[in-house]
């Protein structure tokens, strides 16, 4: 492959990558927990720092709706950093990193505050 395709090839993985992230933004501020998880991989990996790794899709649309029914969260986009397959939409307070392989997520990864997620929302301090 010459550098140019592989040039070509890295730009479309970056697009789909980006699109998937802004998908993904979408659903998680319309609280849907299903569309999220069709963005998933059947094996993916969902790791938010402050929890344990949640494993495999059906186990990551659970993870959501019962979060979804804990509290009202939304996602801001400050910014979109990319590497490869590797995509970080960063904000102020926590920012999620996103591996995206044939176009689903394979992995997610993210960083946020949770003392003053919890203080917000007047949820017990664990």
Known sequence: MSVAERSCRTRRTRNVAKQVVKTWVERFNARDATGLAELYRDDAI???VTQGPVEGREAIRAMFEREFATAEMFC???AI???GEVVAPLRLRGCGFFTVREG?????RGYW????????HGLPLE
């Open 76 to 78: 801001i986009i400050g």
């Open 46 to 48: 969902n790791h938010q």
């Open 104 to 108: 689903r997520i394979s992995f997610h």
């Open 81 to 83: 950093h990319e590497a």
């Open 113 to 120: 505050d949770k003392l003053s997620f919890l203080k917000m």
